[in-house]
T-cell receptor, first 114, second 108 residues
Framework: DTGVSQDPRHKITKRGQNVTFRCDPISEHNRLYWYRQTLGQGPEFLTYFQNEAQLEKSRLLSDRFSAERPKGSFSTLEIQRTEQGDSAMYLC????????????FGDGTRLSIL | EDQVTQSPEALRLQEGESSSLNCSYTVSGLRGLFWYRQDPGKGPEFLFTLYSAGEEKEKERLKATLTKKESFLHITAPKPEDSATYLCAVLNDYKLSFGAGTTVTVRA
C-alpha cells in the first residue's frame, strides 16, 4: 500500500496560465475525490469519480476547472486561466468499496498564483 | 446544508495534560463521522470512523465518541508528537464536509 500520490507537490504560476495536477489513488480503490483547502480551513469537496465516471461536481468548480479519470485509474485536475483566488492546496483522496468507507488523502499540490 | 463546527480553534497542552476536542454537526442524514489528523504541509491522515450514536473508537492515546449532535476526541496523557490539527468531517452521500479543525500543541 503506497498511499495516494499527487504530483507536483508545489506549483507556482502566473495569473492567466493553465495548470494540471495528477493524482494516483491507492491501487484498486474505485472511488476518487478532489478537495481544495485554504489556510485555516478544512478541505472543501470539488468533485467525485466512481471508477471512470464523474458523478458530481461542486458549485465551487467553475467552468475553468475540469477533471478526468481515464480508465478509472489516475486522475487529472486542470485549471484554465488561473486567478488569484485559485491559490490553495488541492487534495486528492481515494476509497474502496461503499461510499461510507474512509477516504485516504494524498499530501496535496500547493498552488500559488503570482 | 451540512454544518460542522469544531471547538476550540486552538489548544495548548502540557505533556501529560488530558483534554477533549468538540465537533458539533448538523446533517440531513449522517452516514458517518470521520476524524483526521493533519500535520503542516501534509494531507489529512485518517484516524476513526463513527457510524451511530453511542459508538466509541480508540487508538493509542486518542478516543473518539459520538452522540446525535456532536463528537468528542479525547486525548489522554498527550505527548509532543500528538501536536497536529485535528479535523472532523461528516459524510453525506459520498462527500465529506469538514470543520475548520482544532490545532493542538503539546509542550514537553
Amino acid at each position: 500500500d503506497t498511499g495516494v500520490s499527487q504530483d507536483p507537490r508545489h506549483k507556482i504560476t502566473k495569473r492567466g496560465q493553465n495548470v494540471t495536477f495528477r493524482c494516483d489513488p491507492i491501487s484498486e480503490h474505485n472511488r476518487l475525490y478532489w478537495y481544495r483547502q485554504t489556510l485555516g480551513q478544512g478541505p472543501e469537496f470539488l468533485t467525485y469519480f466512481q471508477n471512470e465516471a464523474q458523478l458530481e461536481k461542486s458549485r465551487l468548480l467553475s467552468d475553468r476547472f475540469s477533471a478526468e479519470r481515464p480508465k478509472g485509474s489516475f486522475s487529472t485536475l486542470e485549471i484554465q486561466r488561473t486567478e488569484q483566488g485559485d491559490s490553495a492546496m488541492y487534495l486528492c483522496a481515494s476509497s474502496y468499496g461503499g461510499p461510507n468507507q474512509p477516504q485516504h488523502f494524498g499530501d496535496g499540490t500547493r498552488l500559488s498564483i503570482l | 446544508e451540512d454544518q460542522v463546527t469544531q471547538s476550540p480553534e486552538a489548544l495548548r497542552l502540557q505533556e501529560g495534560e488530558s483534554s477533549s476536542l468538540n465537533c458539533s454537526y448538523t446533517v440531513s442524514g449522517l452516514r458517518g463521522l470521520f476524524w483526521y489528523r493533519q500535520d503542516p504541509g501534509k494531507g489529512p491522515e485518517f484516524l476513526f470512523t463513527l457510524y451511530s450514536a453511542g459508538e466509541e473508537k480508540e487508538k493509542e492515546r486518542l478516543k473518539a465518541t459520538l452522540t446525535k449532535k456532536e463528537s468528542f476526541l479525547h486525548i489522554t496523557a498527550p505527548k509532543p508528537e500528538d501536536s497536529a490539527t485535528y479535523l472532523c468531517a461528516v459524510l453525506n452521500d459520498y462527500k465529506l464536509s469538514f470543520g475548520a479543525g482544532t490545532t493542538v500543541t503539546v509542550r514537553a
